[in-house]
């Protein structure tokens, strides 16, 4: 189906120079969505996909390890898309206080971003509505510390943004002028909180590519547009907690989906960009369950060669649990989580180092620094710096 530009071309002027900024459309698309048989069974796998990684929370000993760990993970891959080096131990350094000299700028970036993350889920968790005003607040989180945090966080923009080229007048794409995003921004509040139109995940998929449209604030709209989608889902029900972050695939499909979002822009070509994510859904979520059933594995595996050490099991399981919380930790933080004394948390980290479980990465005497090997190294996969 053809349908033409999903919105209409207003001047703009920034720095003296005028340029034509697009104005999207309100959603849903019109004439609505062609479903064809072929695209109701994406539809069909990718929401199978989702209530399986919503199960998923059943087999783990304690979700909230998985989705400590996980969040990390989306952060780093969020913010390498717009440019960070950082890796998931960088992170994971960063936390600790004990570890100075980890590049600031970068991580900041991407500590930030859980921040934003972890403060939209308590809000969701006491009620709050998934609204602008909470989206203001998501981005006051993400531009707190670092480099974007002169762009005016938690305010939409009052003045002129572009995406590519060197100026408005060679850029790629132009968004609404400021004065009209407030308006774009109320009526995609009142799409989100409208049922009847599509599924939840067709909603999720409309409205990230009408808030990418609009770019409403002068910094972070990348990250925050790919955590609306999660936040979506998990605002609806889809899922208990926001485990899809489909950054990954769209790292790993960059030039397409920059390709499909602008087909949608300039021809309304709302359907191949819905292939698109819908399969991205499904293959992200089949690799999410593929990766907590590995988690779950690799627990099990090394408590059981921890339980044949004999009397010494207890304390060094204690410890083993703490890393299981929090796989790059310090000595002294393991021995307050584990409640043993130092003696004693020193012999079952030296009894886990020889079981070739963890591993000291200071190489100093004091304030080690311990990591979760190959638990470290399920998360990072995919998530090394571009």
């Not at 189906?1 to 071309?9: L, Q, S």
């Not at 790629?172 to 939840?200: G, I, K, N, W």
């Not at 485990?243 to 390709?259: D, G, I, M, T, V």
């Amino acid at each position: 189906m053809r349908r033409g530009p999903t919105g209409t071309y207003e001047t703009s002027t920034t720095d003296g120079e005028p340029v034509c900024a697009f104005v999207p459309a309100p959603l849903p698309p019109q004439p609505p969505l062609e479903f064809s048989r072929a695209r109701q069974r994406l539809l069909e796998r990718a929401t199978l996909a989702l209530g399986r990684l919503d199960s998923i929370t059943l087999l783990l000993p304690d979700p909230d390890i998985f989705l400590y760990a996980y969040v990390r993970r989306e952060a780093v891959l969020s913010s390498q898309i717009e440019g960070t080096q950082s890796s998931f131990s960088d992170l994971l350094l960063f936390e600790l206080e004990e570890a100075p000299g980890v590049p600031f700028d970068d991580v900041v970036e991407v500590s930030n971003y859980v921040a934003a993350l972890e403060h939209s889920m308590r809000r969701l968790a006491e009620g709050f509505p998934l609204c602008n005003r909470l989206l203001r607040e998501m981005h006051a989180k993400l531009l707190s510390r670092g480099r974007g945090s002169k762009k005016s966080p938690g305010e939409f923009r009052r003045s002129q943004n572009w995406i590519g080229g060197t100026r408005p007048g060679n850029a790629l794409f132009v968004p609404p002028p400021p004065q009209r995003v407030e308006a774009c921004m109320s009526d995609l509040e009142r799409f989100l909180h409208d049922d009847r139109p599509y599924p939840t995940l067709v909603k999720a998929a409309l409205a990230h590519v009408q808030f990418e449209t609009i770019h409403p604030f002068l910094d972070g709209n990348g990250r925050l547009g790919r955590l609306l989608i999660s936040f979506i889902l998990h605002h609806e029900g889809i899922l208990s907690k926001p485990l899809l972050y489909l950054s990954l695939y769209f790292k790993q499909h960059r030039e397409q989906y920059y390709n499909l979002l602008d087909m949608v822009r300039r021809e309304g070509d709302w359907e191949q960009w819905l292939d698109f994510f819908l399969e991205g859904v499904e293959l992200t979520a089949v690799n999410a369950v593929q990766t907590a059933r590995r988690l779950v594995e690799l627990f099990k595996e090394d408590e059981a060669r921890i339980q044949a050490l004999g009397r010494s099991a207890g304390s060094v399981l204690r410890v083993y649990h703490t890393l299981c919380r929090r796989p790059l930790v310090s000595i002294s933080e393991i021995r307050e989580q584990a409640g043993l004394s130092y003696p004693t948390t020193s012999k079952s980290i030296e009894a886990l180092g020889r079981l070739g479980i963890v591993r000291e990465l200071t190489g100093r005497k004091r304030n080690r620094i311990y990591a979760y090997g190959r638990y470290i190294e399920i998360l990072n996969e995919g998530a090394e710096p571009l």
